[in-house]
């Protein structure tokens, strides 16, 4: 998410580091550098360029001439106008009557997924969300929804078999939605490869009938620049209330979220990071834009861990660290804790400082982390609970069973002993570099950045990133406090 972004204005950035002054000959060197990230971002041109000059007019104010640390102070003059160019704070989702939010958006751009991502935010939210199929004319568009509201447990009303007319569609979706009481529904509306006048009208007539209380745009992160027009034309049309960009996590520029929210002036509500329907973020431009700056957000992980913490495993693990009995289950365990939190790239992103991890050489990832899962899986139970039972033998049989060199069965064996001798040590543990999944830093250094504060949250110093011990201050698991 952003990455290409992000290592482009760091690099602008550096180029300030270490003057004594800012002088408007260094600022207007600086500007084109990061002119130029920001377009290879996509983001659009009158965007990029009233947000340089405004960036540039700060910071040619007194308070920051007399600055001696002038680096920083463009940084956070940068960091604060883009927090106003992404909407300044959050938007909360409009549930007043008649609780009814259409999905509108281009094919492609994932409103059928997001529908049912939607859903289970608001479940979450102790609301009970319905799904309207009115997307008639992409091929198993109703089916798709249907099965992930089944799977959400989350009632989807479908069309006739053979209909053809969205208003009529929507017209009977009203009245079969007066016969289920106080719910929330969403209308998984079609879209089309470009916006045409067809499609236009149809949505007008649907928006006027179901008169919804929101109108979300769905927009894929890779649209580039045609996100302006895209923005434009459905804002114009039916009145857009709010923004969901989709994708992100597999588009390095993401410059569409940036152009969209300032070109309609709608906030952006909600951000899709994967495809699974846990895989939605509630959108906050000052977090947002620390991301973009590669500060990290270290509250939304807090509040990730804290969504999916077993407090029962949690004081279990603790009690096994405190005890120094970690074995390949209890690694397990964690590891896919992890894997419940999202995209590893997208964790680490979080973290400040760990956005760098990709230099060294890509030592830290899913698929890593898969094939480290594959050799501990391959271990027999008795391994797993007794590591000291993995002989010469024992490792070439789990290299074959998973698919590995015996070279990274040794390799995850001998830092795993690191890993359980350092626990001894209670001090030790936040010295542990590299970790199972890659070898430590080049020259056995330390891994940039690392895992601040996360051990409250049952996360003991998971391999490859500072950590430490749940405290056990009392009988109750006590979970961390969230703000920002």
């Known amino acids: 998410m952003f990455s290409l972004l992000t290592d482009k204005l760091e690099d602008a950035f550096k180029k300030l580091r270490g003057l004594g002054r800012i002088s408007e000959s260094n600022i207007t060197d600086a500007m084109k550098d990061i002119r130029l990230a920001l377009l290879e971002a996509d983001v659009d041109f009158q965007v990029t360029k009233d947000l340089l000059e405004a960036v540039k007019t700060e910071a040619m104010g007194e308070e920051v001439l007399r600055s001696v640390s002038p680096g920083q102070q463009i940084v956070k003059i940068f960091n604060d106008e883009l927090v106003k160019i992404l909407g300044g704070g959050s938007s909360a989702l409009n549930l007043e009557p008649p609780h009814r939010i259409l999905m509108v958006g281009l094919n492609g751009a994932g409103k059928t997924t997001t529908s049912a991502k939607l859903a289970n935010w608001l479940k979450k939210q102790g609301k009970r969300p319905v799904l309207i199929a009115l997307d008639l004319y992409r091929p198993a568009a109703i089916k798709q929804l249907q099965v992930l509201g089944d799977s959400l447990n989350t009632p989807v009303w479908a069309p006739a078999p053979g209909e053809i007319d969205p208003v009529r569609a929507a017209k009977a979706s009203l009245e079969w939605l007066a016969q289920q009481g106080s719910v929330v529904a969403i209308f998984d509306t079609a879209g089309r490869q470009d916006i045409d006048s067809a499609l236009i009208d149809e949505l007008k007539k649907v928006a006027f009938l179901v008169q919804p209380s929101e109108t979300l745009l769905v927009a894929d992160a890779a649209t580039g620049q045609q996100a302006v027009s895209v923005a434009k034309t459905f804002n114009e049309a039916i009145g857009v209330t709010g923004l969901i960009m989709t994708k992100l996590d597999g588009d390095a520029r993401g410059g569409a979220l940036l152009s969209m929210r300032q070109v309609t002036g709608c906030p952006v509500k909600f951000l899709g990071v994967g495809e699974k329907v846990e895989q939605l973020e509630v959108f906050h431009p000052d977090r947002m834009a620390q991301r973009i700056l590669g500060m990290g957000d270290v509250v939304s992980l807090v509040e990730k861990a804290a969504e999916e913490i077993d407090e029962k495993e949690a004081l279990r693990m603790a009690k096994r660290f405190e005890e120094a009995k970690f074995d390949f289950n209890d690694f397990l365990s964690q590891m896919r804790f992890m894997k419940k939190l999202g995209p590893l790239e997208g964790i680490l992103g979080m973290i400040p400082g760990m956005s760098k991890m990709k230099e060294l050489g890509g030592a830290v990832n899913d698929k890593r982390m898969k094939h ?8 027999t139970p008795a391994e797993r609970s007794k590591p000291d039972l993995l002989n010469g033998s024992r490792r070439k049989r789990i290299a074959n069973g998973s698919g590995r060199p015996v ?47 996360m051990g409250g949250m ?18 109750k698991f006590k979970r961390p406090r969230l703000g920002g």
């Open 372 to 379: 480290v899962e594959a050799m501990v899986l391959s271990m």
């Open 458 to 475: 049952g996360m003991p110093g998971f391999p490859g990133m500072k950590g430490g011990r749940p405290k056990l201050g009392g009988s």
């Open 407 to 453: 070279m990274e069965v040794n390799q995850l064996i001998k830092q795993f002993d690191m890993m359980r001798g350092l626990m001894k040590n209670k001090g030790a543990m936040a010295q542990l570099a590299g970790g199972l999944f890659g070898g430590g830093a080049p020259g056995g250094g330390k891994m940039p950045g690392g895992m601040p504060g």
